[in-house]
């Protein structure tokens, strides 16, 4: 077969058509079934029965913390690492029941780029792009046309004849991703791919990653332990604790409503579920006298717009008082969290908590704060 004929990439094949925005299928590219790798029996599972769909066109961030058995999962993906027991199929194949020719065949369709970049020193960075085409037999002709088209597309034509020691870590990590999608794979899997850059390499990096996934409509798998990653790249999210799936939904959903600790810990730099410890420490499980209630509101979708403290005000003559709180957008949607003493609401509280619901908002009651009467009402007192 031609492997250059396929569809996803006639932008490359042609004339670089500009960027078509692709929807994602809803069908599953990769599948994992009930992954279960054990390395030692002494240790026990690395992988615990992990079940995984990533449809075409989505980019899918996998998270866990050092050890949660991200690369191992992800090395699973691509027939790198056989699963003791469990299914992986990829475009529809079943991975984990290939080896030899077959599986390196399947593997054309599964491209992976890493941490360290992996590029061979003694290559240009043209020749390193070439190296997968070279190693497939792809006639000389086509890679001639096909090297600079690849170079184009992650912004490094001007570096064709560079070598890696002449190239910074963003731009090595380019030529990366142009050698990996040099035989058009269906999926790109990504190992902690920005792990080594700064903060504005990465987002470089992953601003391309997002640019192809558009371009090719190009099922991206990436493992990472920042949830910024995640947050700033990936539709969907699946959150691993050793080695099993404790979370797996749309990115925006398990960013509003975390179910899990570690998703919670994860996301505490991004989104304010949790109050510091210094302010929960002081917080009382029950009323008392002299105390106001603690309300964490978490704004979603349109409901964000609504001037939802001027209404406990005006409406409820509540005195809210903020105590921690942020607002973000996740995934394009605008999520915002934020914890107030309300003032005067302890007789109110039912209508409150039914008035945020009937506009589509989570109002929670996580505590009651005690009145300072030296440092002024609605603070927790120090
Ligand atoms: N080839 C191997 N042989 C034996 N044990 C292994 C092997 N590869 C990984 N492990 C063990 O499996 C566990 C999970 O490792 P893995 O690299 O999959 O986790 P990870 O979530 O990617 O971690 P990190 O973020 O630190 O890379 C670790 O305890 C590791 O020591």
Redesign the pocket.
Known sequence: MNVLSRSPYLALSDDLVPARSVETTGVPVIRADELTKI??PK?GP?LDRVSLAVAEGEIHGII??????????VRCLNGL?KPTSGKVSVAGREISGLSGSALRSARRDIAMIFQHFSLLSSRTAAANVALPLEIAGVDRETIRTRVPKLLDLVGLSAKADAYPSELSGGQKQRIGIARALALEPRVLLSD?ATSALDPETTEQILDLLKDINHRLGLTIVL?T?EMDVVRQIASHVTV?EH?KVVESGATFDVFAFPQSPVARSFLASIVAHDLPREVSERLLPAPAANTDPVLRIVFTGDAAHDPVVATLVEQFGVRPNILHGRIDYIDGRPLGVITLVAEGAEPKLSGILAYLSSLGLHGELVGHAVRSVSAGAGRPRS
Not at 64 to 73: D, E, F, M, P, V
């Open positions: 390395y030692d240790t690395v866990g913390r050092s050890g949660a058995g991200k690369s191992t999962l690492v902690e493992i332990h691993l080695g």
